[in-house]
């Protein structure tokens, strides 16, 4: 409806508008500081194999043990930029009503807590600073500088999907499609081989020894991105699940990597995981500062803006670096979770907005629901547990699943390529 012109009465002079008034926020507190003791722990136990594989197991040239220490250092500067960010943007993310109360603490007074949401944007953009600054790394001449560009594109783009997924809260089934889209940049862009190695005991019924899937190699490529981001995204709900995941198959991704260029002499090949390696790296460094934050109890929530970036990126890492099937070992929790859920997915059976477990507040523990969760699995399994009890559970499970996959390289190795 358009406004109605006042006209003043002869002799009137014009009212001074008032000023507008500042918004205060004193309603917000500060959240809770970050829990770094529970983050050295999880980075020691990481970072002495690591470091050890790197500097004194394998005889790595110089030329490309360089470049990962050096993208080693810029990652842990974009570790102390995401933890002082993150409690500035908290502040702006409450402003803007952009919160969720947790769900596994309702009758207690944390479930009455505004938890600010979508902090993986914090993440995603410092991410993308320390991927884009080791952009002087490559050549303008490097064959790898397309893959690398194109790899942050879709990056980048999942962000901004992500984001708009939190903004907007879109339907699930839309949610499911959403990768796809990012990972256009990606698959436009690439330029990498387009065949696969026949596993040698398959090599007498197939007939060949390599065999080229043309553009149905494109299309595996978008289906693992689809898939890497949303079990991620659906294997969730539980304080410090989302980034404890991403956090164990980020470092089982840079031992096999470290593994993989130690026992090879191919340049290319080393190239390939060298370049995982540099996406990985600060993926992980930039995780461990919001796990700070996001374990239990969560002073903040990762959104979906870091579900669906931490995927993306395991994914083109896995894509670029030719590891994806290694990759979906170490994805075996998602995989199982993935399955248990296809019924609610399918939408055979109904499916909650929320599939996590029944909180009682008299004592503290959850139990498992009907939903078809690996989450509610194990607490059927396992009996009721305490929310952080349960999230040490699943990440040890998720690194015993890691462990299983080294152990599966070591027995196939020669026999199955
Ligand atoms: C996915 C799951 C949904 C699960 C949700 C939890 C499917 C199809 N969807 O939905 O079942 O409930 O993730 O993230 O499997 N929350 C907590 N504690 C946490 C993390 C999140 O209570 O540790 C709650 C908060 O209210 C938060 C909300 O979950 O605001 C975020 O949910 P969102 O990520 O939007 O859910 P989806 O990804 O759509
Ligand atoms: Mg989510």
Redesign the pocket.
Known sequence: MAARKRTLPAGTTKPVPEKPKPVTHQTDPPIRPAKFTTILKFFLIFSIPYFYLIFSHYNIDYELKKPILINAVISFIGFLITVRMIPVASKYVLRRNLFGYDINKKGTPDGSIKVPESLGIVVGIVFLVVAILFLFNYTPDSNWLVEYNAALASICFMILLGFV??VLDVPWRV?LVLPSIAALPLLMAYAGHTSIIIPKPLVPYVGLEILDLGWIYKLYMGLLAVFCTNSI??H??INGL?VGQTVVIACAILIHNVMQIGASSDPEYKQAHAFSIYLIQPLLATSLALLSYNWYPSSVF???T???FAGMTMAVAGILGHFSETLLIFFTPQVLNFLLSLPQLAGIVPCPRHRLPRFDPQSGLLTGTNDGTLVNFFLRQFGRKTEKSLCILLLIFQAICCGFCFLLRWCLAGWYK
Do not use: F, H, M, R
């Open positions: 997924d939190d949610k995204n659906i969730a709900g989302e990762v959104g979906d870091y579900t669906y």
